[in-house]
């Protein structure tokens, strides 16, 4: 009887799934497995079911069981390297696809994910062979895009334009779930570095887009109005190694007297905090939190010196200051719809130097309108005790 329970849940689970009920088939496939632990199907479409839900562990662990039940089962190698690839675990997706090929040598779905696999790891491949693996893989995963786009952009020879235009029409196709949005901006960074920059500019639009819509839910950061203080409040993002251009704001600032300047760390992961004399702490990977952080200085102006180079895009989307402002440099993109203003570099430093003068103005002007009160103090203060 068993072995019919098994079928019976089985099959009820696959009609829910086709009708998109996956809730409750996730839950027959459940009773399935509870009539046969060892039941090959149920685990398979019981991970299809948990990538649906946005559970990628939970679906790499059924289809890891189904492979140790069943070594050669084709589907769950494919969904294994599928999902380890879209994770960006890219040394475990290279082996299951190596363990598909060694069964199915040539297997039309395993060979071109293969190829740009092995291009990511440093293995060398001309341009038609790169190209044509872009153009017969089923679906490219945004974290594969940009890695393998980043891996061109190294090339100091240029010597994959074909891939690289196969490689943006193929990411313009690819939807990007919420937990893939830096894929964006890495793929802006890459296609950038590989000359392509129009196609850049539109990835980095989508970017913003992005980050914007992930946003729009949160509440405001902002104090209702400036709090009290005619300095002009300039907060600055910048990674680690950015001292020259964190300079260029600070030169601008001392310049201008009235300027009070607080640089925020935005480095690499675990590394970030705000460099200032009462270092409240602003992690690069907690948009939240470090949106937070920068918004209890009610500052007039953030100016973002890094562009593309930061994971700051829902930070800013989270406007935690009056006014953000970006600094493109050389090289470097910058997805210019979340900021109100952006100035170039290369045009020098007046223009920055003019904006703070009437930024300074308006703050000044602020001030003497709208003086502090006792209860203005008193809410503020317990707003920054939440934040």
Request: proline share 5%; aromatic share 6%; glycine share 8%.
């Amino acid at each position: 009887m068993t072995a019919a329970h098994y079928a019976d849940w089985l099959a009820r689970g696959r009609a829910h799934q086709q009708a998109g009920r996956i809730i409750d088939a996730l839950l027959c496939y459940r009773q399935a497995l509870q009539q046969d632990a060892t039941g090959l199907d149920a685990r398979f479409h019981a991970g299809e079911i948990a990538w649906r839900l946005g559970d990628p562990d939970g679906a790499i662990t059924a289809w890891q069981a189904a492979t140790g039940i069943a070594p050669d089962h084709v589907p769950s190698l494919h969904a294994l390297a599928d999902a380890f690839t879209a994770t960006g675990r890219f040394d475990a997706a290279r082996e299951v696809v190596g363990r598909v090929l060694e069964r199915r040598p040539g297997e039309a779905r395993a060979a071109p994910l293969s190829v740009l696999l092995k291009f990511v790891a440093g293995e060398p491949f001309d341009d038609g062979a790169l190209a044509d693996a872009v153009a017969h893989s089923a679906s490219l995963p945004t974290s594969l895009v940009a890695a393998v786009l980043a891996q061109i952009a190294t090339d100091a020879r240029k010597r994959y334009p074909v891939a690289s235009e196969r490689l943006a029409e193929a990411a313009a196709t690819i939807p990007v779930p919420p937990t893939g949005i830096d894929a964006l901006r890495g793929i802006a960074l890459a296609l950038h570095g590989a000359g392509l920059h129009e196609a850049s500019e539109a990835f980095a639009a989508q970017y913003a887009r992005a980050c914007a819509w992930l946003a729009r839910l949160a509440m405001p950061l902002l104090w209702p109005r400036r709090t009290a203080g005619v300095e002009l409040r300039i907060g600055v993002l910048a990674r680690t190694d950015e001292h020259a251009r964190v300079e260029v704001v600070a030169s601008a600032a001392r310049n201008k007297g009235g300027c009070a300047l607080t640089v925020f760390d935005r480095g690499s992961p675990g590394g970030g905090a705000e460099a200032s004399a009462q270092g409240a702490q602003a992690g690069p990977d907690d948009a939240e939190f470090s949106a937070r952080a920068i918004a209890v200085r009610d500052l007039d102006v953030l100016i973002d010196v890094s562009g593309m180079r930061a994971r700051n895009g829902v930070l800013l989307a989270r406007r935690p200051a009056r006014s953000l402002w970006a600094i493109r440099f050389e090289g470097v993109p910058v997805a210019a719809a979340l900021y109100d203003r952006v100035f170039e570099a290369a045009r020098g430093s007046q223009v920055l130097s003019d904006a703070l003068d009437e930024a300074l103005d308006d703050a000044e002007r602020v001030s003497r309108a709208q003086p502090a009160t006792v209860e203005d103090a008193a809410t503020l203060a317990a707003w920054r005790d939440e934040a």
